[in-house]
């Protein structure tokens, strides 16, 4: 005989019901229509950690879709800061010391869920998508292309030791540039924090040029307001005359003590080669950064894990 035939069930109900199973006997579901428990039920009268340690194992968005809605108890516990900085803590999750009553609110629940510090928020940062993510504002000359191995034959320059990159893009004769803007807020760094506590805003990026070909390198990074004001800038640029030089070089800034209401960080980059030549021996960028960072903040919790 053949498998039997999906059920066909959403996985939000599945889940929900695995999860009253796990909170009360099955007889105790049998007779309740409404799936409502009492704090003598089963899964309470064990100890505190263990209760937490089987929850811990349950995917956190299916706690938050269906665990909320199995008793009062555990929607209460749920929507608790303790229960989500106790998940932030066993999974070695950075976020900002607590202080006393006047300590920044923080919501623990969108910390662990989107890991706001410590990662890099750029997407397609090392340009294995292309250019996906990034707005094409000059695609001057051939216009971007990747280059699939930065250290190949056909890519003459020196190695770049950054794990995880192995592409880079590379630009033409005209000027080509694109850009990323990342919002701080939606990826869980609120304004609450970024106001009072100004985290470091670390940004980076690797650039190389050719050595048969001179070429010109700009990045522009702008801090900007929910209103979109620019609040604060860093601007770098790199020439390189032909037979000079084809070392890879990272480009590195910190933003502190930057002005409220940032919201917005702008990632601008790009160049062209300097001695006109078809094809695309312009420069080479890959490996671009923009982290949040509060290992120079007095209110980072020592936790084991740096960066996830």
Same mark, same amino acid.
């Given at each position: 005989?053949?498998?039997?035939?999906?059920?066909?069930?959403?996985?939000?109900?599945?889940?929900?019901?695995?999860?009253?199973?796990?909170?009360?006997?099955?007889?105790?579901?049998?007779?309740?229509?409404?799936?409502?428990?009492?704090?003598?039920?089963?899964?309470?009268?064990?100890?505190?950690?263990?209760?937490?340690?089987?929850?811990?194992?349950?995917?956190?968005?299916?706690?938050?879709?269906?665990?909320?809605?199995?008793?009062?108890?555990?929607?209460?516990?749920?929507?608790?800061?303790?229960?989500?900085?106790?998940?932030?803590?066993?999974?070695?999750?950075?976020?900002?010391?607590?202080?006393?009553?006047?300590?920044?609110?923080?919501?623990?629940?969108?910390?662990?869920?989107?890991?706001?510090?410590?990662?890099?928020?750029?997407?397609?940062?090392?340009?294995?998508?292309?250019?996906?993510?990034?707005?094409? *504002?000059?695609?001057?000359?051939?216009?971007?292309?990747?280059?699939?191995?930065?250290?190949?034959?056909?890519?003459?320059?020196?190695?770049?030791?950054?794990?995880?990159?192995?592409?880079?893009?590379?630009?033409?004769?005209?000027?080509?540039?694109?850009?990323?803007?990342?919002?701080?807020?939606?990826?869980?760094?609120?304004?609450?924090?970024?106001?009072?506590?100004?985290?470091?805003?670390?940004?980076?990026?690797?650039?190389?040029?050719?050595?048969?070909?001179?070429?010109?390198?700009?990045?522009?990074?702008?801090?900007?307001?929910?209103?979109?004001?620019?609040?604060?800038?860093?601007?770098?640029?790199?020439?390189?005359?032909?037979?000079?030089?084809?070392?890879?070089?990272?480009?590195?800034?910190?933003?502190?003590?930057?002005?409220?209401?940032?919201?917005?960080?702008?990632?601008?980059?790009?160049?062209?080669?300097?001695?006109?030549?078809?094809?695309?021996?312009?420069?080479?960028?890959?490996?671009?950064?923009?982290?949040?960072?509060?290992?120079?903040?007095?209110?980072?919790?020592?936790? *084991?894990?740096?960066?996830?």
């Amino acid at each position: 005989m053949g498998n039997r035939a999906s059920t066909g069930k959403p996985t939000a109900v599945k889940a929900q019901k695995t999860l009253i199973n796990l909170a009360c006997p099955p007889k105790f579901v049998e007779r309740s229509l409404s799936y409502e428990i009492d704090r003598d039920s089963f899964l309470h009268r064990l100890p505190e950690e263990i209760f937490f340690m089987i929850l811990y194992r349950v995917p956190p968005m299916d706690l938050i879709r269906c665990g909320r809605l199995v008793c009062k108890y555990w929607l209460d516990l749920m929507d608790s800061p303790q229960f989500w900085r106790r998940l932030c803590q066993l999974d070695g999750v950075i976020y900002p010391q607590e202080t006393g009553a006047d300590s920044c609110p923080l919501d623990f629940r969108s910390i662990y869920l989107k890991r706001p510090f410590h990662r890099n928020l750029v997407k397609n940062w090392n340009a294995a998508d292309g250019c996906k993510y990034w707005t094409i *504002s000059e695609n001057g000359g051939d216009g971007f292309a990747v280059e699939p191995d930065i250290c190949s034959y056909s890519n003459p320059v020196s190695s770049i030791a950054v794990p995880g990159c192995s592409d880079c893009w590379v630009t033409s004769f005209g000027l080509c540039e694109k850009y990323q803007v990342i919002d701080l807020w939606v990826e869980g760094c609120t304004r609450e924090i970024l106001d009072q506590l100004k985290p470091a805003i670390e940004i980076s990026e690797w650039t190389a040029a050719r050595f048969d070909c001179g070429s010109q390198y700009f990045v522009q990074v702008t801090l900007e307001s929910s209103s979109g004001k620019v609040l604060d800038v860093f601007k770098s640029e790199r020439y390189v005359d032909q037979w000079e030089n084809m070392s890879w070089i990272k480009v590195s800034h910190k933003f502190c003590n930057y002005p409220a209401d940032v919201r917005f960080v702008k990632v601008l980059h790009g160049g062209k080669d300097r001695q006109f030549w078809k094809g695309h021996y312009g420069p080479k960028i890959t490996a671009t950064s923009v982290m949040v960072s509060l290992v120079n903040c007095h209110l980072c919790e020592e936790l *084991s894990v740096l960066f996830r």
